[in-house]
């Protein structure tokens, strides 16, 4: 799936299952909270943190998948082209950090 495709499946099942979009406003704060669930999975899979048992049910593709969800319902409701913005977002990077990340000597082996 592409993202284009991703954000017109999300846009089509918003529209019907979900009836419509949260307010842009609510959805930042989804997203946050979205992302925390990353973090927590992350912390007790990579990190020190222990696990409870609520925490083995969680899968860190599905809370990735939950915080592209919520990624693409914003960037859906503010009129933006996730495609687009990506590709630009590229060719920044490729001329802000052309040299910048070879020359950082604690990225060195």
């Given amino acids: 799936m592409t993202i284009q495709e991703a954000q017109e499946k999300i846009d089509s099942w918003i529209n019907t299952t979900g009836v419509r979009y949260f307010s842009e406003l609510t959805n930042m704060a989804i997203l946050t909270e979205e992302v925390g669930e990353v973090a927590r999975v992350m912390a007790r899979k990579y990190g020190d943190q222990s696990s409870k048992e609520s925490d ?46 070879h020359n950082n000597p604690k990225l060195k082996p």
């Fill in 56 to 101: 083995t049910k969680k899968l860190l593709a599905d809370e990735l998948a939950d915080v592209m969800w919520v990624l693409l319902c914003i960037a859906n409701q503010t009129g933006i082209d996730m495609t687009v913005a990506l590709e630009k977002n590229f060719e920044k990077k490729n001329i802000r950090d052309a040299q910048r990340h």
